[in-house]
């Protein structure tokens, strides 16, 4: 069964940091597309980051670009969300998100699109706080 655990959340004043953490098991990221997704009161959830293992680009909502970045650690089957300069903006409750791509054209349009309707598989949500 695929369970994804994010953590890492908490509140922080604008300008500062906070790294969020998505803890995988019952599979390894490896063939699957990762996604953060962040969904703050009022508004609908937008993707923030996602990449397919195979499709060699992350995609980047443009409000976060230069500011956060995605990494994975194989050995801890975790995927990170570095977010730096944060701004009262980013405040909202973050997910990660995964789905198994069906082939190299779907794992490119997943880690292009970014789109949370084409992830099925979701972790319980970390809120991010940023005060101004």
């Known amino acids: 069964e695929v369970q994804l655990q994010a953590s890492g959340g908490g509140l922080v004043q604008a300008g500062g940091s906070l790294r969020l953490s998505c803890l995988a098991s019952?599979?390894?990221?490896?063939?699957?597309?990762i996604g953060w997704f962040r969904q703050a009161p009022g508004k609908e959830r937008e993707g923030v980051s996602c990449r397919s293992s195979n499709a060699g680009s992350t995609y980047y909502a443009d409000s976060v670009k230069g500011r956060f970045t995605m990494s994975r650690d194989n050995s801890r089957n975790t995927v990170y969300l570095q977010m730096d300069s944060l701004k009262p903006e980013d405040t909202a409750v973050y997910y990660c998100?995964?789905?198994?791509?069906?082939?190299?054209?779907?794992?490119?349009?997943?880690?292009?699109?970014?789109?949370?309707?084409?992830?099925?598989?979701w972790g319980q949500g970390t809120l991010v706080t940023v005060s101004s």
């Open positions: 019952g599979f390894t990221f490896d063939g699957y597309a």
């Open positions: 998100a995964a789905v198994r791509p069906r082939d190299q054209l779907h794992a490119r349009v997943l880690s292009t699109t970014c789109l949370s309707l084409a992830f099925g598989s």
